[in-house]
């Protein structure tokens, strides 16, 4: 086992982890793609009002749903509440560089680990996630105009909202995060007969060292 | 590589096919089928073609879309709107000089190249010789040009050039010039004299100015349009009362065989100015013809002509006379070759005549009454016939004969083909504009609604299409392409730098200097800020209210109870709008215009207090108001 975990990794599976560190890059080190959407069509609003998460902002159409929202009393949406935006473009770049120097040290438990910490993190900000959800659904000012039994927003596919129908769905940036995690499984999977190849690999690896 | 490229442009190749031949059948589509189903657009779906019909003496231009002939909206221009505050609030109010009415007959859309560019639409108020631009970015009217001095009733106005460089006017009455002049009018051939003006557009924001103005024997000028093509840089006016009467002209203004066009080069006219060749009369350069050669040139055209257009080609300029049964076609050409060959047949006050079969081309049978002509893409000529209620079609061109007629219900005036008087017209549709309706649609009574009759040209026959009823009364109209509009649906409130505007809730305010009070407001759903407004019996209220809103649709009112002050404000707009606080007490106001689910609740309070009671220079609503506000705008 120790053996296995010390081992390193083929020149196939190493590229596949560059992969997974550059399906990594366009999400955190330039959030450019978005992770999440929130897509919501009213009678009125036939060309329908989006809201996109990306790793370090919320975007799309604030102004307008905040000004709505101020109706049943929820609080105004703004990036500025989500502490998340300071450090998740960080914490993903942190798995992009352990996901690159596994590969380039082939060292197969730097690899494990960076996966394990990447589900880790992944769990904790879906939770993250959900839970300003409810809060926004739950957090209502008891002064608004409109009064509205506590609700949590869907946190994935439909729901119907008041006058709104409302479809939430994750952005070619979870995506793409999703894909570089489903490369761990896929190379250890690949690697099934690997502690056979280990044998040949490590006098060289030693030497290299 | 090479291959897959190969591979990528046959592709491309493919998918421009799909879509010229998807173009294609769209057309066609269009253009069969039954009458209603080529004037039905689905519910939801958008008409091909804006149409802008002048409003006649309501002051105003109707928007209509085409071919479902549905009314769109109406811009107010001339005359004040109080559902939108137009002429209620400082700017429209400043823009309007005092007048409360117009009559608007020409709009006229700006040019590039001769065809319509979709920037601006120009419109005259004859009786008070204005000219205004509509900006098509917002349709609002931005600018009201004039009265234009020495100018008695802009009718022949504004016929744009083919590149906007001028919109014109001139005077449908003679009178002395300078205008404010007694003289009777008993002494008018000597005393009373026409006015062309032309009017220089600024080719970057559309702003007019005073170009030239030339001094015309005393006829009545009647309608107008611009050379294109080979006639660029001309300009030609119909005419009528050669017979220069000051009374009756029922009669004696139609006693002449021939009456004229005067045909105006309009680079010569300015480069004339320019040189110093104008006297300053009425505060206007004007060029007396006597003095400045090679300016104007008159030729005659039978019988009380009404309109004069100009072929797609420039080539041609189609004069009806009103009082006949032809269209006397003038060849540019030919009236180049005689102005250049200096074939003159005299002067009238100055303006040389070119002899009438030096410059005629052709006289076409069109029918009785004719009045305007419009084009079509396919070489053809629509003719309105006042008295015989029909459209002529005809060939421009040898042999010079009418191919087809249409009945039109009642008494066409002018007509309006589908990018009609361009250089490419689309060929399309062609709107009658009729001057009676009489039984065609529900009685209402003795004030009828006016006509107006969609036909369809795509076919070998013309196709009564439409009918629909406008309101009193369009003249003119200009129909162009939809998709050479794009309109803003919300005024960015970053690029709102009215000196009045405030954008954040701490700002809200009222300040105080003597008697005036500047009222600093804000609105978005549903609430003024401030809402409680306090001052004094005797002050000069200003409210500057500005719309953070920022989204399609929701514009917001301001009314005040016991007064004609209300107007509109657009997502993002600033206005003011003044108010005299006459009265002691409490006068409530809201919002006007539909905003909400909380609507109702829009309104608050001025607090009028006897005259002299202390008030603090600067008041600020309430902090946890301002606060609330603040928290919603957090996102601004």
């Not at chain 1, 009393?73 to 450090?87: K, N, S, V």
Request: glycine share 8%; net charge negative; hydrophobic share 40%.
């Amino acid at each position: 086992m120790t053996r296995y975990l010390f081992g390193s990794f083929a020149a196939a599976q190493r590229q596949l982890i560059v992969v997974a560190a550059v399906l990594l890059l366009p999400v955190f080190f330039l959030p450019m793609l978005p992770i999440w959407h929130l897509y919501m069509v009213a009678p009125q609003y036939p060309e329908g009002l989006s809201l996109h998460i990306f790793t370090n902002t919320i975007r799309g159409d604030l102004d307008k749903i905040n000004l709505l929202n101020h109706y049943v009393g929820m609080h105004a949406i703004t990036p500025r509440d989500f502490r998340e935006f300071a450090y998740m473009p960080q914490a993903l770049t942190l798995f992009g560089v352990a996901a690159l120097a596994a590969a380039l040290l082939g060292r197969r438990w730097l690899a494990i680990a960076g996966w394990l910490a990447f589900t880790g993190f992944a769990v904790l900000m879906f939770n993250d996630y959900v839970h300003w959800l409810y809060r926004y659904g739950h957090d209502l000012d008891p002064r608004a105009a409109i009064k509205l039994q506590a609700f949590t927003p869907p946190v994935i596919g439909y729901q119907k909202m008041a006058n709104f129908r409302v479809w939430s769905f994750p952005g070619i940036g979870t995506w793409l995060l999703g894909i570089a995690w489903l490369l761990g499984p896929a190379i250890l999977w690949l690697e099934r007969r690997a502690p056979a190849a280990d044998d040949e690999d490590a006098p060289k690896a030693h030497d290299a060292a | 590589m090479k291959r897959w490229m190969m591979i990528g442009c046959a592709a491309l190749v493919a998918l421009a096919a799909i879509a010229q031949t998807q173009g294609c059948m769209k057309r066609v589509s269009g253009a069969s089928g039954s009458a209603a189903q080529r004037v039905y657009v689905k519910p939801g779906e958008h008409d091909a073609y804006y149409a802008f019909l002048s409003g006649g003496h309501h002051g105003n231009i109707y928007v209509y879309g085409m071919p479902s002939c549905r009314h769109i909206t109406t811009i107010p221009v001339f005359t004040p709107e109080p559902a939108v505050g137009y002429g209620v609030d400082e700017e429209s109010k400043a823009m309007l000089k005092g007048f409360t009415w117009g009559d608007a007959h020409h709009p006229g859309l700006s040019e590039t190249d001769g065809d319509y560019d979709g920037r601006w639409l120009f419109i005259n108020d004859m009786p008070n010789a204005r000219i205004a631009r509509i900006d098509l970015h917002d349709f609002k009217t931005r600018q009201i040009f004039g009265p234009i001095p020495n100018l008695s009733a802009a009718h022949a106005c504004p016929f744009p050039t083919p590149n906007t460089e001028y919109v014109f006017a001139a005077s449908r009455f003679s009178a002395p010039v300078p205008l404010d002049r007694y003289v009777r009018a008993a002494d008018y051939q000597k005393e009373f004299r026409g006015i062309i003006a032309g009017i220089k557009v600024d080719p970057k924001d559309g702003t007019m100015s005073m170009g030239f103005e030339i001094l015309m024997p005393p006829y009545n000028y009647d309608l107008a349009d611009a050379g294109k093509g080979p006639s660029h840089g001309w300009e030609f006016f119909t005419c009528y009362n050669s017979e220069m009467a000051y009374d009756s002209l029922e009669l004696k203004a139609s006693q002449n065989e021939m009456d004229y066009i005067a045909a105006v080069d309009w680079r010569a006219a300015q480069k004339a100015v320019d040189e110093g060749h104008a006297k300053t009369v009425g505060g206007a350069p004007v060029l007396d013809p006597a003095a400045v050669k090679g300016v104007v040139y008159l030729f005659p055209v039978p019988k009380s002509p009404h309109g004069v257009d100009v072929d797609p080609t420039g080539q041609y300029v189609c004069a009806a006379g009103k009082l006949q049964a032809e269209v006397s076609v003038y060849s540019f050409a030919k009236i180049k070759a005689a102005i250049d060959a200096g074939r003159f047949d005299g002067e009238r006050m100055g303006v040389p005549v070119l002899p009438y079969e030096d410059v005629v081309e052709a006289k076409v049978p069109v029918g009785l009454g004719p009045l305007h002509t419009q084009f079509d893409d396919k070489g053809y000529a629509y003719t309105s016939l006042f008295l015989d209620s029909q459209i002529a079609k005809w060939k421009v061109g040898p042999p010079w004969a009418v191919v087809d007629k249409i009945d039109v219900y009642y008494s066409i005036g002018h007509l309006m083909a589908s990018e009609g008087d361009t250089r490419h017209p689309t060929g399309e549709y062609v709107v009658a504009l009729d001057k009676l309706s009489k039984d065609r649609y529900l009685n209402v009574g003795p004030t009828h609604p006016e006509g107006a009759q969609l036909i369809d040209l795509r076919g070998p026959k013309m196709e009564l299409l439409y009918d629909f009823p406008t309101y009193l009364e369009p003249h003119y109209a200009q129909m162009i392409r939809a998709e050479k509009l794009h309109p803003i649906t919300v005024y960015p409130l970053d690029q709102n730098t009215k000196p009045y505007a405030i954008k954040r809730a701490e700002d809200a305010r009222i300040e105080r200097k003597g008697r005036r009070v500047d009222v600093y407001m804000l609105v978005i759903r549903t609430h003024f800020t401030p809402d409680i407004v306090r001052v004094n019996q005797g002050d000069d209220v200003y409210f500057h209210v500005t719309n953070l809103e920022q989204d399609d649709d929701i514009a917001h009112g301001f009314g005040i109870l016991w007064s004609s002050k209300n107007m509109q404000i657009e997502p993002g707009e600033t206005k003011t709008m003044y108010w005299k606080a006459e009265r002691v007490g409490i006068n409530p106001f809201y919002c006007s215009n539909f905003c909400s689910a909380l609507h109702q609740e829009m309104q608050g309070y001025i607090e009028v207090a006897p005259a002299g009671t202390p008030v603090a220079a600067v008041q600020r609503p309430d902090p946890a108001q301002v606060a609330e506000v603040a928290a919603e705008l957090a996102n601004e």
